[in-house]
């Protein structure tokens, strides 16, 4: 019911359409960011880091998060075996956005830190997809826990999202391995992650729950060419679509034959029927 409530409502397709354009502007030629954020192993492994850090307290040696405790959390994923989520850990901390340090409590435990720069990172995209639902605030019975989110949502918060990427004379090739800071995440961004953080299984499920975009997003650049092929359609209007092989690959940064591969799975997944020229 509150499915249909949603898509019924007269404001559904703007709200849609903010959410593909706020995406696509943010990871765009951040071959860095999308690789993170946007691959479904990487994505879930974050956000169940996330969950942990800001769930954790000094005095309960239980929540501590750790590189075991995260793999623990993790166990049984497919798309996050032990061995992923250590080579996460380290382009994580390679990068900044994770740092390790001993407990002071127990100088024998190394603990996982994430930095401002996760953090932040984490609090634009997580703006970029919610702050468009404030289109539907009187969505008819939303039920408790819906209306409490909707009511949480700040208007105006594509503020937050980098813009950078569309000034004239962007080249998507610059930011291959971004280091810039998107912005920064206040202890209200932390609460977000506790108060979401029963829900957290719900919320990957409900993922898992649309097999053929996350076959996409389980490859490198496979979520981003989704959501271009989403804003291509959004700006033509029609069936007909043009994305060129050499366009996904420079705003996806991965090579043109992956990028074919990528098209082919979608054409695969009856996303789309490619044509050539």
């Not at 019911?1 to 949603?6: C, G, N, P």
């Not at 956000?47 to 000094?58: K, N, R, S, V």
């Not at 049984?76 to 996460?88: D, K, P, T, V, Y």
């Not at 359609?233 to 690959?249: A, K, Y």
Request: hydrophobic fraction near 40%; include cysteine.
């Amino acid at each position: 019911i509150l499915m249909a409530s949603l898509k019924s409502h007269p404001a559904f397709r703007d709200a849609r359409r903010s959410v593909i354009a706020n995406l696509t502007q943010l990871f765009r030629g951040d071959y860095l960011l999308s690789r993170l954020l946007l691959e479904e192993g990487r994505y879930i492994t974050i956000q169940t880091l996330l969950h942990l850090a800001a769930g954790q307290q000094a005095e309960e040696r239980t929540t501590w998060l750790t590189l075991g405790r995260l793999q623990t959390r993790l166990a049984g994923s497919e798309l996050a075996s032990r061995n992923r989520i250590e080579a996460l850990v380290a382009i994580l901390e390679r990068y900044g956005f994770l740092e390790r340090r001993k407990a002071e409590e127990d100088m024998r435990v190394t603990l996982l830190l994430p930095t401002s720069r996760l953090w932040g990172s984490d609090a634009v995209l997580v703006e970029a997809m919610t702050q468009p639902l404030t289109l539907l605030r009187d969505v008819r019975e939303p039920g408790p826990s819906l209306s409490n989110f909707l009511s949480r949502i700040r208007v105006g918060a594509s503020a937050h999202v980098d813009t950078r990427g569309t000034e004239p004379g962007f080249d998507p090739q610059a930011p291959a391995w971004s280091s810039r800071d998107l912005a920064s995440a206040g202890a209200g961004h932390r609460a977000w992650h506790r108060s979401l953080a029963p829900h957290i299984d719900s919320y990957f499920a409900l993922r898992a729950g649309h097999p053929q975009i996350q076959q996409l997003a389980e490859r490198d650049g496979g979520y981003l060419t989704f959501l271009l092929l989403l804003s291509e359609n959004e700006h033509n209007g029609g069936t007909r679509l043009c994305l060129p092989f050499e366009t996904l690959s420079s705003h996806t940064g991965v090579s043109r034959t992956h990028a074919r591969l990528l098209m082919e799975l979608a054409e695969a997944s009856g996303f789309v029927r490619l044509h050539a020229k």
